[in-house]
């Protein structure tokens, strides 16, 4: 759970001590070209490298932005956080963005046929991704499966020699039963992630991931170091909470609003969601309720303020509910109509999108075609 | 040590109960077009599935050979009978030849940068391959490197997930500090072996190979059947003994004849090898010496036999061995006298081939170039 206006909550001494994180200070956030209200906000909390990443870019030297999608379930809320980072850096500052999908991880790993990756990749997630401001044109963005993109397949196999069993199995908790598969996912990850710089020459290449991700950027920048490639940048963002208080789960639908939702449900599912409001309304009335435990807040941070007025609307309500001036079911009803609101231009914007999108993706070489029943 | 006509000295039964390996009998042998020597001598001594392929054969269908090399170290007679099967099935039964050039393998497993092991593929390898007698036309033979071959690449990424760590811990001896570019190894020669059924629709794809590689056969066996691929036919060779009675290894010259000794070279190393002579001349005359601890005469029965007089010359000297009526000096001359001429044709027929080789390797478009100083 998070207060927007107070960051620090976060163990950042931790994250820096143990693991070098660095939070996402206002000298960070000043090499922004534009203001970006997931860091300003807090969600995206903490980086490495970013401020190399953004100098960079501010000297008009080439940089890219790439985060992978994993091709199984369906996408929620949780996920739009990384895709929003993705439209911004394409739309705002014109980096070119790399989209690997994680096929080959999805048959290893989830026991998923690639033709079933591949239908969930292009029905379930590049139609959302677009539909949330993803510029397809090849010349602006790069989707790929890792089954067909030959770069990256090499650059694997290679770069295997740099990490030890040891290594991957303690980074990743396999066991001796794992299949070899799953055992060479990551390193197909760090092919993923370096291979801009094969394509289009050594150049800074950041990653937006969940926190929870930075094993996986720590060994991809030792690898890194030891070609002689220019380390991966990466941001941090946290995850958001399930509607129910638990993780947020593609496999559990009522700890998520899933893109797709359609709105009454997920009014349903907002109506239903953990709050932090007092045990009965009379507590709530007299001691107030605790913003920073509360998921429907926390959708009006993570997705909802620009839509229902921004920053000074969020300190209002985060206020009034500290004071039991406001109750649970006035902000569920508001986070509800604000959400149904996305929900049905989402659907619209898919809509519009599908027809071109059969035609987008040819143009990307290792891109999945559409399913035969478009 | 062998003995040609007493190849039930072989622990067959052994092999069959405990691996399945089966002995290469007549009924095998009739099946081929015509008379094989390295199959009657007792050479190549055992197989999987020899017999469906042969039948394959006969049937008109669709059949392959495949065998790799590791670019490391230099090539000795040892090699040289893989190569002279490959020559066998590419010449005398017109089989095409698949040749995968084991750079990534040599690369992870030991240590060696991938130029230096294209070089070695080239200068020592495939010239000495084509000085051999392997035809390299493009339609009868690909050669191909690991690391440029899309095909092979793509199918060990995919093939991967058949195998568990500890699968492929325990048949190849790996610990928690084997790189993963060296455990992926094997899965890449799986990949290599099964490729063809790829490129040219399923078939069977025969694989000479040392009787130490059957784990690796076995290992591939069992991936075919998951991939509902054609398993792969193999058959076994025994290695020769190395000149002073070891293992014959690159590393030590002494034990070797490489194919690049000059003559005089080589007739010194056969002078200096173990024979099966007895301790002192007076006891040899009296008790006679025994063939089938004789380094010497086994390289008569691997690579001379031909030269010297056929398989009537062998069983004559070897009579004359037993009885003491022919001296180690002897045996020793003629096969050193042998080598010589097989070393310096050899050494023609690489002329020959050199100035070819850079537009026949240019057609393989997998194949390493010729080094720039060629």
Chains 1, 2 share one sequence.
Not at 88 to 116: C, G, S, T, W
Not at 151 to 156: G, N
Not at 172 to 199: K, S
Request: glycine letters at 8%.
């Amino acid at each position: 759970m998070i207060d927007p206006w107070d960051v620090e909550e976060v163990d950042y001494e931790r994250l820096t001590e143990e693991f070098g994180i660095r939070p996402i200070d206002e000298k960070v956030r000043e090499l922004l070209p534009r203001r970006f209200p997931l860091l300003d906000r807090g969600i995206v909390f903490g980086h490495r490298d970013y401020d190399s990443f953004l100098k960079d870019y501010n000297d008009g030297k080439l940089v890219s932005v790439l985060s992978g999608m994993m091709p199984s379930g369906r996408m929620h809320l949780g996920h739009k956080t990384v895709v929003d980072q993705l439209v911004f850096y394409q739309q705002e500052m014109d980096v070119k963005v790399y989209v690997p999908i994680a096929d080959l991880e999805a048959h290893h790993a989830r026991n998923m046929d690639l033709d079933r990756a591949h239908r969930i990749a292009v029905e379930e997630y590049v139609l959302n991704y677009a539909a949330l401001g993803l510029d397809l044109d090849p010349d602006r963005c790069e989707i790929y499966l890792q089954s067909e993109r030959k770069t990256v397949q090499r650059m694997a196999l290679l770069l295997a020699g740099r990490l030890t069993w040891n290594t991957v199995k303690n980074t990743y908790g396999f066991t001796g039963e794992t299949n070899m598969g799953h055992a060479f996912a990551p390193i197909v990850q760090a092919a993923d992630i370096l291979h801009p710089q094969e394509i289009e020459g050594p150049h800074r290449v950041l990653v937006p991931v969940g926190v929870d991700q930075d094993p996986h950027l720590r060994l991809t920048r030792d690898i890194a170091e030891k070609e002689d490639l220019i380390k991966p940048a990466s941001t941090y963002h946290r995850f958001m909470t399930g509607l129910t208080g638990g993780k947020m789960s593609s496999s559990k639908p009522n700890t998520a609003i899933f893109l797709t939702d359609d709105p009454e449900t997920a009014k349903e599912k907002v109506w239903n969601a953990k709050t932090g409001g007092g045990a009965t309304l009379e507590e709530h009335r007299e001691h107030g309720g605790n913003p920073d435990e509360c998921v429907v807040y926390e959708l009006m941070v993570y997705h909802l303020a620009d839509r229902i007025g921004g920053d000074e609307k969020l300190r209002e309500i985060r206020k009034k509910c500290r004071e039991g001036d406001i109750i649970c079911g006035e902000c569920k009803r508001m986070v509800g109509e604000a959400l149904a609101e996305i929900l049905e231009e989402l659907e619209r914007r898919r809509e519009d999108v599908r027809d071109e999108l059969p035609d987008l993706l040819s143009q990307h070489p290792d891109a999945p075609e559409v399913p035969e029943d478009w």
